[in-house]
């Protein structure tokens, strides 16, 4: 009997031939394997029984880093097979996922630091289930010369692992040692360049003097210094201009982590995974005596990430302490990848670089997680993670997507990922940047180009943000040749959610963020409404406040809490002390006139509004960090809300929540309480209004979507207050609550409703 399967899916550079290969031999199968551009064809030959355990193995045991999407297989008139051969790779003219870069497989540590192995601190030890891939990959198939490593000849060792199926090494396409691969090697103004054990030893000197080091990581260049040195930290934000927004630390082990982070049995298992994630965790009080106080200031909680590359562990064990590893670039612009790019952007930020000669053809940074709710969700998708798409398997929509439409989707204007989607695959892009800059703005471009290009991805359809000012709108209405389809904002939060979560029947959304445009040319953020892919009707939102000073009251909250304070008609007489007296009178006539003032309903602003008003801070430097803030004060012992007003036409009244706020604090009442009332309220009035939509529409399931669900406390707490209300609630996991995961969105909105 004789068939032809094919397997899609990861299923190359993850050891899958060589799987395949040795099942072939061990049941007696004749035949051969092979990559093609759209997966793995295996042509097998032998009795039934055989066969039929080939597929099995195929399906249930898959080697650990692929990811089996579907089997085909096909019946075929017999040959004269003799034997099982791996043969060379074809290019079918079909796509394939790329596997995402994954971090030192437990085998390869081990060889790391084993003095007897001939791989002992080589920095560049991977084999099939670890090391680069989507960084190197330069186009598909995937074969070596394909990759960055195309220029590294395999010395003869080397190349016998390569071609034996049973080693781990069998076509581990970056295969290397210290003979044949890559090397690092060290540059500073001073000395002379060194090479190997004394790169790294130098290196190590420089971070134990609090100086910076610029290495060479996967998908780019990280800044490291000395976590537990506040002066040299304080040197690090200054250099690269960022001033508050949190720095995140590398730690040798969990241990290490554990010593100043609270870490629960699943957080552990997403540091450890192979995805090496930066994970969000709680800090310990103790803390204050370990890491210093500028690597995440007025805030509860500390990114921490376990070595993601066997250089990174050289480092992370030879200097023993935590590591502050951030991305080498200026802040905002995109992470530097080539050894002459970085030396050029960070040269007036680093003392030194720890450079190797493994190109990376494709930048991409590092990826943040947090558990909530005892899960995985993911907040900033990159390495590790992206390239590997999202399969959207709902059985109602996925018919649909054969009509071989495809899309690209842009995305927003902050925190932009790019997606591409064909048949039922959406290839959501790592995390890019925010469109400030002419760096970020040509690394979307080439992001684009990347992934139409790797997934073959010829597109009908561009879709992309309402809000006609965005980079990313004006890019897609110049694009010619494409159907353009406008996604509104909320509605795209709305449809990643349910395509993360793989289902299409209509759901209530609520969608909070900071702000999107809004199809009355307002500005959105707190909307509550009923959606499918198809369309949205929106429900409830908070009411319109006009937002004093427009984009600037985004880092000038004081101007937020201006406005919620002339909108109750209250003096709020300790607020008003705080800012000048002519400033005041301006902002009151533009209040009064709407000059300058465009009205928003945004639950990010509500955050600002109240953070301001009892005093936490009038001004905030990255996007968040009120909420944060306020969200670090929760204490769980507190109940109690504050009273608001919600309306049948659909408008929730959040003013005399900020009122009540003020007058607590005027009272002399402690923050922590009023901040957790404060979230309280948000509880109450969500878990109100979503009950009034079901009531009208008989609607049961619920998602929650928009940056704002990044706020552990609101995210479990309406999930749970919604569920004990008998509804299902999705949220997201693998696909950012932010607008990170808006260009998905866009993409399932565009395909489906054209
Ligand atoms: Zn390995
Ligand atoms: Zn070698
Ligand atoms: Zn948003």
Known sequence: MRKKIYVYGIVQGVGFRPFVYNLCKKFGIAGYVMNTASGVCIDAQGDPDSLEKLLKEIQHNPPSLSIVEHIEVYDCEEKNYTEFKIMQSADDGGFIPVSPDMGICDECLEELFDPGNRRYRYPFINCTNCGPRYSIIKDIPYDRPMTTMERFKMCRDCQTEYDNPDDRRFHAQPNACPICGPHVFWVDDGSATLEGEKALKRAIVLLNEGRIVAIKGVGGFNLAVDATDETAVKRLRKKKHRYDKPLAVMVADIDMAKRFAVISGVEENVLLSQRRPIVLLKKKASLEHFIAPSVAPDIDTIGVMLPPTPLHYLIARDFDRPLVMTSGNLSEEPIAKDNSEAMDRLKGIADGFLLHDRDIFARIDDSVSMVIDGKEMVIRRARGYAPQPIVY??????????????????????????????????????????????????????????????????????????????????????????????????HAHIASCMVDNGISQKVIGVAYDGTGYGDDDKLWGGEIMIADLHSYHRQYHLKYIPLIGGATAIRKIYKVGLSYMFESGYDFELFKKRIDKKEMELLKIQWEKKINAPEVSSVGRLFDAVATVIGLRDYTSYEGQAASQLESLISLSVNGYYEYDISDEGIINPVS?????????????????????????????????????????????????????????????????????????YVHRKIPCNDGGISLGQAAVALYSS
Not at 397 to 409: D, N
């Open 393 to 490: 398997t709902s059985p109602v929509e996925s018919q649909k997507l054969h009509k071989g439409i495809e899309v690209l989707a842009l995305g927003p204007h902050d925190k932009v990922t790019i997606c591409v989607a064909k048949n039922n695959y959406f290839f959501i892009s790592q995390h890019i940047g925010d469109m400030d800059n002419v760096k970020t703005i040509q690394y979307f471009k080439e992001t684009i180009e990347r992934y139409k290009s790797l997934f073959r991805v010829q597109p009908d359809i561009v879709a992309y943000d309402m809000h006609p000012d965005y980079i990313t709108t004006q890019y897609a209405l110049t694009i010619e040749g494409l159907k353009k389809v406008a996604v509104q904002h909320h």
């Open 657 to 729: 929540i900020v009122l009540s706020a003020y007058k607590d604090r005027e009272a002399g009442v402690d923050l922590s309480t009023i901040s957790t009332k404060f979230h309280n309220s948000i509880v109450m009035f969500t878990v109100d209004a979503v009950k009034r939509v079901r009531k009208v529409s008989g609607l049961n399931d619920v998602v929650l979507t928009g940056g704002v669900f990044q706020n552990r406390y609101l995210l479990e707490n309406i999930k749970s207050q919604l569920e004990q209300e008998g509804f299902c609630v």
